[in-house]
């Protein structure tokens, strides 16, 4: 098997690593509601510069807040949130450069979950992927990988045994955002849907309703027939046929 996995341009901007926490900004559940309670003599609402973050560890979800003042405020925008403000500059004690803006914020993140209204996440000390959708108001952490989409077809494909055997079938040599730039779905990710043929859009919707209704083999089943398996392929066979995939560079069928 070739080891050498290369992004696909359709996949460009659709997978993830969740941000690092910044220390300096880290506040409790209880300060978060204290703060966005007070109100400001400008009238700025500090719920515009807090932010929840979501994580997963094991089984486990967890939360913390932060102050996160927008990319583009500058030290006087930042001033008008006074609580949050003046607890931020006391603990990064810093009096030059924009100490106020998060230096771990990712922008190209942010700028596509903005568009969501829900995103796919897994963690990444999984043994394998686990995805669960998170609302798009959250931030994801560190501990997440990411994919910016929120369709149900995308989490078919990333639920089935193809997907997963293309994890296994690298994972210990590649990044896991680079299992995702690689991976070539039945069709471009964000190809629009008057783009697929009649026959794509019955599958789409049939592996939408398999998700959903948690029906694993018929979610394997349909997402085999997006992909014109005819036969059950075992998990190698899947990884070699993906890797053969000429479809990369094409339109959708």
Do not use: C
């Not at 359709?10 to 978060?32: C, D, H, K, M, Y």
């Not at 992927?129 to 798009?136: I, N």
């Not at 991976?183 to 190809?191: I, S």
Request: proline share 7%; aromatic share 10%.
């Amino acid at each position: 098997m070739i080891d050498h996995l290369i992004p696909l341009p359709e996949n460009a901007g659709l997978a993830f690593i969740g941000e690092r926490e910044w220390s300096p900004a880290l506040i409790s559940p209880v300060q978060a509601d204290a703060f966005s309670a007070t109100r400001n003599p400008a009238g700025r609402s500090n719920s515009d510069v807090l932010r929840s973050f979501v994580g997963k560890t094991g089984r486990r979800l967890h939360e913390h807040w932060q102050i996160d003042f927008p990319a583009h405020y500058t030290e006087q925008e930042a001033a008008l949130h006074e609580r949050p403000f003046a607890l931020q500059k006391k603990r990064t004690g810093a009096t030059a450069g924009s100490w106020w803006i998060n230096p771990h914020a990712q922008m190209s993140l942010r700028h596509a979950l903005a568009r969501l209204d829900r995103f796919l996440a897994t963690a990444l000390d999984a043994s394998e992927p686990a995805w669960f959708w998170l609302e798009s108001d959250r931030l994801p952490d560190a501990s997440l990988l990411v994919v910016a989409r929120d369709d149900d077809f995308t989490h078919a494909v990333l639920a089935s045994v193809a997907f997963t055997s293309w994890w296994h079938g690298h994972f210990q040599k590649h990044s896991p955002v680079r299992l995702i730039e690689s991976f070539p779905f039945p069709w471009p990710p964000f190809a629009p849907l008057g783009s697929l043929t009649k026959a794509q859009q019955d599958l789409r919707s049939q592996a939408a309703r398999a998700v959903l209704s948690g029906d694993v083999e018929q979610v394997n089943s349909t997402v085999a027939a997006a992909y014109d398996w005819t036969d059950a392929p075992d998990k190698d066979e899947i990884v070699r046929r993906l890797r053969l995939d000429e479809r990369r560079d094409q339109s959708p069928r």
